[in-house]
């Protein structure tokens, strides 16, 4: 099969779908790869200059994120396009992605028997992790916060972090808040994921069980609220306006 790696058009998007190392192990098993040559991969693969080339002349694509409406007409009918779709969020890809008659894999989906995402999962750890990196950017006066420390100092509490959702995203979070010594509330409406929580998270980290009752009293202490939840082919659920964020601040200016 030829498989062809699209460099990302997406603003900020730098991720390419796969390594030298993949592009390697592909060819010894028999395939040839296509790579857009702004993608920075080589390892054996043709290179060529456009995204066109890639579309017309592979019978599967690796990208990273959904096609944007300038690729819709470029997608080819009995292609396979691998790479996260997130449908749910957008009709219009939908319906162009059925349009076009190609086989849409969305990484998103992937799942194995036991119903974990395996291709959604590392990129989970990531989020979750980062989440609280940057919330605690965000929290020091120079990038407009309050200058909380989540940590606190011996005198002063620690920073209140209130995660919403205790799957991989929720649980990395938690970790890192947890590390940094943050007082931390993770939220789940999944009995038997709070009780493994509550046995594995250190004793900084409460697990409470996830209503929009129980969110509304705890984004009133929050210094950091993280929205980690997943519901299968849904779009995530908002129970929290940016207004409701704003006015629920307890700590005085
Ligand atoms: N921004 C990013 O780069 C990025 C990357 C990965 C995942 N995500 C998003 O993060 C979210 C979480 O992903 P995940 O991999 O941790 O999923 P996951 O399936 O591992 O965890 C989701 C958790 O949400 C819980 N949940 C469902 N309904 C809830 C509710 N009403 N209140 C509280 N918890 C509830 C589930 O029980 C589950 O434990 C998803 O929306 C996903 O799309 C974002």
């Known amino acids: 099969m030829r498989i062809g790696v699209l460099k990302e058009i997406k603003t900020k998007e730098n991720r390419v779908a796969m390594t030298p190392g993949g592009v390697e ?8 790869v296509m790579v857009e040559n702004a993608a920075g991969i080589k390892a054996g693969a043709k290179i060529v200059h456009s995204n066109k080339e890639i579309y017309q002349n592979c019978k599967m694509i690796m990208k990273v994120k959904e096609p944007l409406p300038i690729e819709y007409p470029l997608m080819q009918k009995g292609q396979i396009v691998f790479t996260y779709f997130h449908f749910a969020a957008s009709a219009e890809l939908t319906q162009a992605v059925i349009d076009s008659k190609c086989i849409a894999i969305a990484y998103e989906t992937v799942e194995r028997d036991n119903g974990s995402l395996p291709l959604l999962t590392p990129m989970s750890e990531i989020a979750g992790k980062m989440s609280i990196q940057e919330g605690a950017k965000y929290l020091e006066n120079t990038f407009g916060g309050k200058g909380i420390l989540l940590g606190g ?3 002063v509490d620690p920073g209140t972090v209130v995660i919403i959702g205790g799957g991989i995203v929720g649980t990395n979070a938690a970790k890192m ?8 509330y993770l939220l ?34 929050a210094d950091l609220v993280v929205g980690a939840v997943l519901i299968h082919s849904s779009k995530k659920p908002i129970w929290l306006s940016a207004r409701s ?9």
């Open 177 to 184: 808040a947890c590390g940094l010594g943050a007082k931390v």
């Open 245 to 253: 964020l704003f006015t629920a601040q307890k700590r005085p200016d």
């Open 188 to 221: 789940d409406t999944d009995l038997d994921r709070l009780r493994y929580l509550s046995d594995v998270m250190p004793q900084n980290c409460f697990t409470l069980m996830s209503s929009p009752a129980t969110i509304r009293r705890l984004i009133k202490e």
């Open 153 to 155: 100092v011996p005198g």
């Open 25 to 32: 192990q592909i060819i010894s098993c028999g395939n040839d």
